[in-house]
């Protein structure tokens, strides 16, 4: 039986970087935006967003995201609607990778999710892992990586469940507001103290 891993934090908090070093170590990886990217691939998805939002929010058969994320972000009903319809087929998705890894023998499987206090996945793992740091530190994060601005930050900052809820849920805590090396050698007491164990 594989171990498997929930990894969380918040917009600018580094879980893609903690992911890629877990992959280091041999986990495998299943990452929900990835996941969420094949949903909004398939013509049904395409076809409930077209109607929802209009033509301007699919292009060539391709979900703008941008245009997507303007509604969602600044109208909470409208995010519900497009959780109802996204979930339900990643969480199909999540289960074939899952299958997918047990039959391939792998022994740790990360599972990068965003949401996941939020849609109770961490139900689902052995341990839960939270990346957090400080909010002027993820939002300086967020600029620097994809230009975006504090306005937009906060509204999907405010989306998520507040930090001091994921801090109660999750089973390691790893506060990233230092620098790379020292988030790798966090990273790195966690694969020796936490799930190296599982694997003797």
């Known amino acids: 039986m594989a171990l498997h891993v929930g990894l969380t934090g918040s917009i600018?908090?580094?879980?893609?970087?903690?992911?890629?070093?877990?992959?280091?170590?041999?986990?495998?990886?299943?990452?929900?935006?990835?996941?969420?990217a094949d949903a909004?691939?398939?013509?049904?998805?395409?076809?409930?967003?077209?109607?929802?939002?209009?033509?301007?929010?699919?292009?060539?058969?391709?979900?703008?995201?941008?245009?997507?994320?303007?509604?969602?972000?600044?109208?909470?009903q409208e995010r519900r609607w497009l959780e109802g319809l996204i979930h339900p087929v990643v969480a199909e998705l999540r289960s074939a990778a899952r299958q997918a890894a047990e039959r391939d023998g792998v022994r740790v499987v990360v599972h990068d999710v965003p949401l996941l206090?939020?849609?109770?996945i961490d139900q689902q793992m052995n341990l839960n892992v939270l990346i957090?740091?400080?909010?002027?530190?993820?939002?300086?994060?967020?600029?620097?990586?994809?230009?975006?601005?504090?306005?937009a930050f906060d509204a999907r900052?405010?989306?998520?469940?507040?930090?001091?809820?994921?801090?109660?849920?999750?089973?390691?805590?790893?506060?990233?507001?230092?620098?790379?090396?020292?988030?790798?050698?966090?990273v790195d007491q966690i694969w020796r103290e936490r799930i190296a164990p599982y694997l003797d």
């Open 132 to 151: 957090t740091a400080p909010p002027d530190v993820r939002a300086k994060r967020a600029w620097e990586r994809s230009g975006m601005d504090r306005d």
């Open 12 to 36: 600018g908090a580094g879980k893609s970087t903690v992911a890629r070093r877990l992959a280091s170590w041999g986990a495998r990886v299943v990452d929900a935006d990835s996941l969420v």
């Open 117 to 120: 206090f939020e849609t109770g």
């Open 157 to 186: 900052d405010r989306a998520q469940m507040p930090d001091a809820e994921k801090r109660e849920k999750a089973d390691v805590v790893v506060i990233n507001d230092a620098g790379l090396q020292e988030l790798h050698e966090a």
């Open 40 to 76: 909004y691939r398939r013509p049904d998805v395409l076809d409930a967003v077209t109607e929802r939002f209009g033509p301007d929010a699919v292009q060539e058969g391709r979900i703008k995201r941008d245009v997507l994320a303007a509604h969602v972000f600044a109208d909470p």
